[in-house]
């Protein structure tokens, strides 16, 4: 009985040491990218943070942060979309690593862009 009781206990200590060790989500964290626009290449940053399959999150442009909204991640593809004035921009990507793939579509037809992960800073003591 005491050895069931054990091997009952090492079992939960192992699976509770498992879940505390995973990694945060793939996507959650900063990215940064570069686009090309009418007045030459301008970087866009993105900031995105997941709770299962819901994304949420900001885009940081030119003209201001924007949110995003239905934003969804399924493994290593996401979606969302933003807005800039009346128009709706669409949003699909694959996450491999620090990189983020992006497809954009908007009012100007499709467009592709590559996200690099942006190393957080850490704050001297």
């Known amino acids: 009985m005491f050895q069931r009781l054990m091997m009952a206990g090492i079992l939960i200590l192992s699976a509770a040491a498992v879940a505390l060790a995973a990694p945060p989500n793939p996507v959650d964290g900063h990215w940064q990218g570069t686009i090309s626009g009418p007045n030459g290449d301008f970087t866009i940053n993105f900031t995105f943070k997941a709770d299962g399959t819901k994304l949420t999150g ?34 699909e990507g694959t996450i491999s690593g620090d990189t983020i793939d992006l497809k954009v579509k908007g009012p100007w037809g499709e467009s592709e862009m590559t996200l690099k992960r942006v190393a957080e800073k850490k704050s001297e003591k």
């Open 58 to 91: 900001t885009v940081e442009t030119p003209n201001g942060d924007q949110p995003i909204s239905d934003g969804k991640i399924e493994g290593d593809k996401l979606s969302f979309k933003t807005q800039f004035q009346d128009n709706v921009i669409e949003h």
